[in-house]
């Protein structure tokens, strides 16, 4: 399957933090972000080091959008699979995406469901889903996203009434376990 390695993401965070270099300052202190830069990023397998500095460039409204795209790119392996590290981002993604003084808050809520897809557990019994996304025991990392999903199931339910379509919104309030 199609992934994207560790390499190629810093490659990319490089590349956005050449064209964005002030950006890198704008999130410095912002409540929403403490304690990411005590996570160790790079600790994950396939997770690149970067991953604060993105969460950052986010409150920058210049480079918003592309640092958006940057941390989506990060925090997703391909087009089957998170990346081990989405659970420790969720928290921040979370709480981003509920300030309103943060620019790229619709994309964030796109990720956000975006997760919680990848958060849904694959039926054991179903042999292709199983190939193809890999078993839950293969990927605790989707346990871990609903647990946090769960534990912030407020700011949930009303990131999720921001959505545009119906099936966003589903999803999203699914990842919590809410109806």
Not at 3 to 21: N, T
Not at 24 to 47: K, M, N, T, Y
Not at 76 to 81: C, Y
Request: proline share 7%; with cysteine.
């Amino acid at each position: 399957m199609c992934r994207v390695d560790v390499v190629a993401k810093e490659a990319a965070i490089g590349r956005f933090l050449d064209a964005y270099p002030r950006a890198i300052d704008a999130g410095q202190g912002h409540p929403a972000l403490q304690g990411c830069e005590d996570v160790r990023w790079s600790g994950f397998p396939e997770c690149p080091a970067g991953i604060p500095m993105l969460l950052r460039t986010l409150l920058d409204r210049e480079a918003a959008s592309e640092a958006n795209r940057a941390l989506t790119n990060s925090l997703l392996d391909g087009i089957t699979a998170m990346n081990v590290a989405a659970p420790m981002a969720l928290p921040f993604l979370l709480r981003l995406a509920d300030d309103p003084r943060v620019p790229a808050r619709s994309g964030l809520r796109d990720l956000l469901v975006t997760i919680a897809e990848f958060s849904e557990s694959i039926d054991a019994g179903a042999e292709a889903s199983v190939l193809w996304f890999g078993s839950d025991s293969e990927h605790p990392e989707r346990e871990q996203c609903r647990a946090v999903f769960a534990q912030h199931a407020g700011v949930v339910a009303t990131l999720a009434e921001k959505l545009a379509g119906p099936g966003q919104r589903t999803k999203l309030r699914q990842a919590t376990g809410l109806p």
